[in-house]
């Protein structure tokens, strides 16, 4: 059974930082390019950053850059999104996703249940 777990999420005050982790299991997560996609309150989703699924390459949404830094553990199965300097438009619901592309028409995508992120005074 594909799962994804996502952890770490709290109350935060502004400037402040948290780390969220994304434990996979049930599929091959070093095959899998992954991705932190967020949620805010009465907003669509929105796609945070990106990390190919050897770890060689990084990107990030604009209001993000240089205060979120992405890594994954291969040997763990974990993915990870540091995030410093919160604001409060950061307050979300983070979800992470991890896409296995065995060819251009068969691309498999898998999500997990997200977790909170609150920031506010």
């Known amino acids: 059974e594909v799962q994804l777990v996502e952890s770490g999420g709290a109350l935060v005050q502004p400037g402040g930082s948290l780390r969220l982790s994304c434990a996979a299991s049930?599929?091959?997560?070093?095959?899998?390019?992954m991705s932190w996609v967020r949620q805010a309150p009465g907003k669509g989703l929105e796609w945070v950053s990106f990390i190919t699924n050897g770890g060689d390459g990084t990107t990030y949404k604009d209001s993000v850059k240089g205060r979120f830094t992405i890594s994954r553990d291969n040997a763990k199965n974990t993915l990870y999104l540091q995030m410093n300097s919160l604001k409060p438009e950061d307050t979300a619901v983070y979800y992470c996703?991890?896409?296995?592309?065995?060819?251009?028409?068969?691309?498999?995508?898998?999500w997990g249940q997200g977790t909170q992120v609150t920031v506010s005074s």
């Open positions: 049930g599929f091959r997560f070093s095959s899998c390019a």
């Open positions: 996703n991890a896409r296995l592309q065995r060819s251009w028409y068969e691309v498999y995508d898998w």
